[in-house]
């Protein structure tokens, strides 16, 4: 426990979550640091199209078999379903509109890169091995969740013609357009197109994350400052409870699918974490209304410092407890 404990707390002192912090404090402090908006929303356009290649190579790269499939498919529906039942913890523990709860919601269907690192790390340490195309599946959770956020925020649209299109709106967003694409890029290159544009893809991306995540800080601060009383406690409780719920999902899902002590707790991370990377970008650019420093301050404030400190140990006791 003391030594998954010690990883976690290396994890809040890297580079990237200390940019974020810096970005906040400099919010915060009312500080004239800013990052441009067309740099802004260049660094998004860079993270979607990077995650989405690079997932789309992690398949190709896994022998291609049934329960690769079966783990996607059910990756992809938890990512899809998810956000459904955040959006009606949301109404019912919070006074959250429509808009705002969606943006919420869709961040607890994708998921926390660091979180599933940091899972992978602790499953190092204590000898457990896990299917290695869980990275896959981490990847196919990325989109659908923003697919469902768009929908939610739509449905309370009284616009007719809003409706009549919103499918087409939702499908053709340039977020997801872009993620899936890039996805389907990297699935038909391979590990061939990767080493053509691994220079750009690969070793840029924790220094563009670091730069995405201080404009982030930046927002979710000052968003804070206009808001801060719309974090509530039923907000608060949110942040904890459905990352406990969501692993506990995603633990059923796992023995269902026959996947190891390891894949298990590996799914049950992906199903607790809340994305900062994916969503906050999609988010920025097709629901610029939603109220950053709320979503923001869920996902990166609570859910996952809740995980990497008390998270991860509990998952990791539970599937060692129907495993052992």
């Known amino acids: 426990m003391n030594d998954i404990l010690a990883s976690a707390g290396n994890n809040l002192l890297s580079p990237i979550i200390l940019s974020f912090v810096l970005g906040f404090f400099a919010a915060i402090v009312r500080s004239d640091l800013t990052i441009p908006e067309a740099m802004a929303k260049g660094l998004s356009l860079y993270l979607l199209f990077a995650i989405g290649f690079k997932g789309g190579v992690s398949v190709s790269s896994n022998e291609f078999d049934v329960g690769v499939l079966m783990a996607l498919i059910v990756g992809s529906l938890l990512s899809l379903l998810l956000p459904l039942l955040a959006f009606a913890l949301l109404k019912i523990m919070t006074g959250l509109d429509n808009l705002n709860a969606a943006a919420v919601a869709g961040h607890y269907g994708s998921i926390s890169i660091v979180t599933f690192v940091a899972a992978t790390s602790a499953l190092e340490l204590y000898g457990i091995d896990a299917e290695g195309y869980m990275v896959a599946v981490a990847a196919a959770m990325e989109a659908p969740a923003i697919v469902t956020a768009l929908w939610l925020a739509s449905r309370g649209d009284s616009d007719s013609r809003m409706k009549a299109g919103m499918w087409r709106e939702i499908l053709l967003n340039g977020s997801i357009v872009l993620l899936i694409g890039a996805f389907i890029i990297g699935l038909l290159t391979g590990a061939e197109g990767m080493k053509d544009v691994e220079s750009f893809i690969v070793a840029p991306f924790k220094g563009v994350l670091c730069l995405f995540l201080l404009d982030i800080g930046l927002v979710a601060g000052r968003s804070l400052l206009q808001s801060y009383k719309l974090i509530s406690r039923g907000l608060v409780a949110f942040g904890v409870l459905m990352p406990v719920i969501g692993s506990m999902i995603g633990l059923t899902l796992a023995l269902m699918l026959g996947l190891s002590e390891g894949g298990a707790v590996l799914l049950m991370v992906l199903s607790a974490s809340a994305s900062y990377i994916a969503v906050p970008a999609a988010m920025r650019v097709a629901l610029p209304e939603a109220n950053a420093g709320i979503y923001l301050t869920l996902s ?21 407890a129907l495993y052992s």
């Not at 859910?303 to 060692?320: E, H, K, Q, R, V």
């Open 300 to 320: 990166l404030g609570i859910t996952f410092p809740f995980n990497l400190t008390l998270g991860i140990p509990l998952y990791l006791a539970a599937s060692s």
